[in-house]
């Protein structure tokens, strides 16, 4: 990586959490990296009221702060319209993810974007929650047989469902972890430790949950193309929680309990490493590192993907390796490879079948429109 780019990239993710003081060319360059990893809302709500800001980049700070803001709106209303469907449920309903640090309010929600609404019901009464949805108006995307089969019995949550007219999808979850994954588990530990939230039908996740579930959905629920934004998550989330007595001890014991010290693990590395985030080396030595071998790889992989490229050149090709080598990883965490093989093949064989079928354009006519 270019020192320019390193440097572009520590002002970046210095300012996600503090005011910047910099010039009208580094604020360009950092405003451009911002956008390409979605941190633009995080950086103008740490930068409100900075009046070292020049104003041509203020314009922008504003808008991304409005932008930020409405999606907030949108996410609270859409949780407000779940709440009313499902507020008489006879079993904990928990919101995760963006839409519990919009419940809880907070540093954590600040500037933060949200593509979609995702609550963990227990596995039990999943179908009926579907069917009280459906009956509700929210719709599922069309699939066809094999996908369906996907979600149901291999995935941890079941087909994407969207109120039509509204923007946001909902995403709901029986467990954090994919049934076939390599950190499959039981999820009644997370109820049995959820937490109400006053004056909402929905709980939370305890403190420590809500660290690993940010955890595995960064390093173990995606490929990492540009998700230095979960690692803004998780540094948040411990820079808030850390300053309850004896958290750290308890997410390090609940990381054993639940199975999860790998992705705790590199979690705490990488927020460390980019954020400074406070006693996350003493953590990790608690946790015990992976093998030497997964450790340098991961060290390697992680910053050419998850961290952007220069915005003024396509992806290098250290990046390009680095994010298929995610992809891969993020594969194999999923499924067995008995299993992985031939739905890689289907879906590459659905994919070149699509393509070859899919008409060519015709060539544009000037003057037509």
């Not at 779940?82 to 500037?111: C, T, W």
């Not at 963990?120 to 009956?135: D, G, S, W």
């Not at 995935?155 to 007219?165: A, D, L």
Request: aromatic share 6%.
């Amino acid at each position: 990586m270019r020192p320019q780019l390193r440097a572009e990239l520590e002002l970046l993710l210095r300012g996600t959490r503090e005011p910047l003081c910099i010039d009208t060319a580094q604020w360009d360059r950092v405003l451009r990296l911002a956008r390409m990893t979605g941190l633009h809302g995080r950086l103008a709500a740490a930068n409100e009221g900075n009046h070292s800001v020049p104003e041509p980049v203020r314009r922008h700070l504003v808008s991304a702060s409005r932008i930020a803001a409405f999606n907030a709106r949108m996410l609270l209303g859409e949780l407000d319209a779940l709440a009313s469907v499902l507020r008489d449920a006879a079993f904990p309903v928990i919101a995760l993810k963006g839409g519990a640090y919009a419940l809880q309010g907070g540093r954590m929600a600040n500037g933060r974007f949200a593509s979609d609404v995702d609550l963990l019901v227990p596995n039990a009464h999943l179908r009926p929650v579907e069917q009280r949805l459906r009956a509700a108006g929210w719709v599922a995307a069309p699939l066809d047989a094999y996908d369906e089969r996907y979600y149901r019995d291999w995935s941890h949550e079941t087909p994407p469902m969207r109120f039509p007219g509204r923007v946001l999808e909902l995403d709901l979850h029986h467990a954090i972890t994919p049934v076939t994954g390599t950190l499959g588990f039981d999820a009644r530990p997370l109820f049995d430790a959820s937490v109400p939230v006053p004056g909402s039908a929905f709980r939370v996740l305890s403190p420590e949950d809500q660290v690993l579930h940010a955890c595995v959905h960064c390093f173990h629920d995606g490929d990492l193309a540009l998700r230095v934004r979960e690692i803004v998550d998780i540094d948040a989330l411990l820079r808030c929680f850390l300053r309850r007595e004896g958290f750290a001890e308890r997410l390090v014991a609940r990381a054993g309990q639940l199975g999860l010290r790998r992705p705790l693990w590199y979690g705490l590395r990488f927020a460390g490493a980019w954020l400074g985030t406070p006693t996350a080396q003493g953590m990790l030595e608690r946790i015990g590192s992976p093998g030497a071998i997964s450790r340098r790889l991961m060290e390697w992989s992680a910053p050419h993907a998850m961290l952007p490229s220069d915005p003024d050149f396509p992806p290098p090709t250290a990046v390009r390796l680095a994010r298929t080598a995610m992809l891969a990883r993020y594969h194999r965490l999923r499924m067995p490879l008995p299993m992985l093989v031939p739905h890689l093949a289907r879906k590459t064989a659905l994919r070149m079948r699509a393509r070859l079928l899919r008409p060519a354009e015709e060539p544009s006519r000037k003057g037509q429109p």
